[in-house]
């Protein structure tokens, strides 16, 4: 079938992209990565005002009540600029959470607050995401106590959502007493993964959905998808900046892209991208449209992306020379970005493993020829 993004979505995209265009430079983006929060005040305020933050928050709360491909076009650009914001798990991933998971009465008092930019929260799995580290939790009641290492967007934020073996989704205030929050600098110093300890902590507990584990398994797969957007826009960055470079660098009275190893490794370029562009998107459609897809296709593209990235990064800062590999240059935030993705909530053999037991699962249920074509 045909598939594409919708002029509304372009103009998302084209909105988000001429904000970051012109509001993070070069030198901004140094100065924020120097820090190592992966939070900025000014730029988080001029999210909020293209709409950024209130993507999946329903409009009775005050969201734009939009689905997942529209976010992974944010994403793409977000990765395009190395954009230093809490988006996969606070913007995504939360108010998902919150959605299926959370009671009326819940969603209603927190998801005003992601709207509103107010509210900024990490999310962390005891479990089953693919992370490293401490991963344990135990609840008693309403209080929680254990330590995750390994959260996304721990960077200001102002509180955490913890899934529990079981699925069920544990809400914690970052500043409730016997919480700590250690945010560490990742090998990507835009975004920093954090390490949560709760001791004795007061907790609110999301759950009024049927299946919790399918809940959380569904959050899981978007934030994957998304981080696999995320890689995309990064790795088309680093491709076009190697294009730019190719056409103004000269060397025996030539541009270097008029050189054939040159033409050929940028023409590899466009051919391992372009195929992921359309099957990103397709990830996010599915994870609202197609339900029987959304899991494999999830997988799929954070396996793949992660894969494609990884040799966009290395090719196109290869085709700078020397000069890619100097901190004046700076392509070392996008290799470093499409690498701490590739990474984060299962690296691609943790992926096709889980994808390889989804194919197994469609194979019994409706034989060889579904799995096949999932």
Request: proline share 3%; hydrophobic share 50%.
């Amino acid at each position: 079938m045909e598939f594409g993004l919708s002029d509304e979505q372009r103009m998302l995209e084209d909105s988000v992209r001429g904000f970051l265009g012109e509001k993070l430079s070069m030198e901004r983006l140094r100065k924020i990565a120097e820090i190592g929060g992966g939070f900025d005040a000014a730029l988080w305020e001029g999210l909020i005002e293209q709409g950024v933050v209130g993507l999946l928050v329903p409009e009775r709360f005050g969201g734009s009540g939009l689905g997942l491909l529209d976010a992974a076009v944010v994403a793409e650009s977000l990765g395009y600029y190395a954009a230093p914001a809490p988006f996969p798990a606070s913007l995504v991933m939360a108010p998902l959470a919150l959605v299926a998971a959370g009671s009326e009465a819940q969603q209603a008092e927190w998801l005003p607050g992601i709207a509103s930019g107010e509210a900024r929260m990490s999310v962390a799995f005891a479990g089953g995401a693919g992370q490293t580290g401490d991963a344990s939790v135990q609840l008693e009641g309403d209080r929680i106590s254990g330590r995750l290492i390994g959260a996304l967007d721990g960077g200001a934020a102002s509180h955490v959502l913890i899934f529990l073996p079981d699925g069920r989704a544990a809400l914690v205030d970052a500043h409730e007493t016997g919480v700590d929050v250690d945010v560490r600098r990742s090998l990507d110093r835009t975004r920093p993964i954090s390490g949560w300890t709760v001791n004795n902590a007061k907790a609110v507990i999301l759950g009024a959905a049927n299946d919790a584990r399918a809940v959380a398994g569904r959050v899981l797969d978007a934030g994957r998808v998304i981080l696999a957007a995320d890689t995309l826009g990064a790795a088309q960055s680093m491709f076009d900046k190697a294009l730019a470079y190719s056409k103004e660098r000269v060397q025996f009275n030539r541009v270097i892209g008029s050189f054939q190893g040159v033409k050929h490794t940028l023409a590899d370029l466009v051919t391992m991208l372009e195929p992921c562009r359309a099957m990103v998107w397709y990830a996010a459609h599915a994870q609202d449209a197609a339900p029987e897809e959304a899991r494999i296709m999830a997988l799929q593209a954070k396996a793949h992306l992660g894969e494609v990235g990884r040799e966009v990064a290395r090719l196109a800062t290869e085709v700078h020379g020397g000069m890619g590999f100097t901190d004046l240059l700076g392509l070392h935030y996008w290799l470093k970005r499409i690498a701490f993705d590739r990474q984060m909530l299962g690296a691609p053999e943790r992926c096709r493993q889980e994808a390889a037991a989804v194919q197994g699962w469609l194979a019994a249920k409706f034989g060889p020829v579904a799995a096949q074509t999932s």
